[in-house]
């Protein structure tokens, strides 16, 4: 039962937080689409395909946050992706409101166990 739970909740997570995920991949270099693909099933053992994370890329591309090139050397051509200084002020941003949230969780449940005590006893 609490394996499904953790798997359910993982895939989630990743989902939710895919497009930050695929920007702090390309801050430390540049992928193609099948790289990504790879790299987010390894590290995360969620598998999401080429119709989920070509758009995504697509998307993102759109609003700035990263830059395309196709690479003609390789066996068959591929798009290149590569963060660009708006991606990186957006992962950046993200990455400061994910731990502040964080922090905020942590401080209320600090908060609730002081409380709780003179509240029951």
């Known amino acids: 039962m609490m394996k499904n739970y953790q798997k359910e909740t993982q895939t989630k997570l990743t989902k939710g937080l895919l497009d930050m995920i ?47 090139v196709w690479n003609m050397d390789a066996d068959r051509p591929r798009k290149i992706y590569k963060i660009s200084n708006d991606g990186k002020c957006v992962l950046s941003f993200t990455e400061n409101q994910l731990n502040s949230i964080c922090r905020t969780m942590v401080t209320n449940h600090k908060n609730q166990i002081q409380i709780a005590p003179t509240v029951f006893g």
Do not use: D, N
């Not at 099948?34 to 989920?52: A, N």
């Not at 697509?58 to 609003?63: I, M, N, P, S, T």
């Open 22 to 68: 695929i920007l702090e991949y390309l801050q430390h270099e540049p992928m193609h689409g099948y790289q990504l693909i790879t790299r987010i099933r390894k590290s995360f053992g969620v598998y999401f395909g080429p119709s989920t994370v070509y758009p995504l890329l697509g998307a993102l591309e759109k609003k700035g946050y990263v830059s395309s």
